[in-house]
């Protein structure tokens, strides 16, 4: 456990930008999976029963079709989503997704910085370029 904190502080404390990003990006998306999957473990035994059961179903459906009066069909598509991310799991699943968003833009970064760095050291070994004509 050690030689991986080691490694890592070597990584971050690297001249090169691109290496830093991409160790960046590897801890943000680390710490959204164990942030994600904490929640989960900490949510998931207290969250709240829904409203599944038979008994409900004439009052889901008014409550429905009440919905699709006030809000039409957008809305009940709304509220649909609406309890779909109100259960534990899918907000860490959302969690976990926006930590691989933000991942992503710090990988991104890196290989944008990378390709620059090898068009410039191009452009410099192959020296200047003369047209004909001039």
């Given amino acids: 456990m050690r030689q991986i904190w080691t490694t890592l502080l070597a990584r971050l404390a690297s001249p090169k930008e691109s290496v830093r990003f991409r160790v960046i990006g590897a801890l943000i998306l680390a710490c959204g999976v164990l942030g994600g999957g904490l929640y989960y473990l900490v949510e998931a035994p207290s969250a709240a029963p829904t409203m599944d059961d038979s008994?409900?179903?004439?009052?889901?459906?008014?409550?429905?079709?009440?919905?699709?009066?006030?809000?039409?069909?957008f809305g009940l598509i709304l509220m649909d989503w609406q309890d779909a991310l109100d259960h534990p799991g899918a907000q860490a699943l959302v969690i976990v997704a926006v930590a691989g968003l933000i991942a992503a833009y710090f990988f991104r970064a890196a290989s944008v910085l990378d390709y620059e760095e090898e068009e410039r050291e191009r452009r410099q070994t192959s020296g200047p370029t003369t047209t004909a004509g001039s």
């Fill in 55 to 73: 008994n409900a179903l004439g009052y889901t459906r008014a409550q429905d079709h009440q919905m699709g009066l006030m809000m039409g069909h």
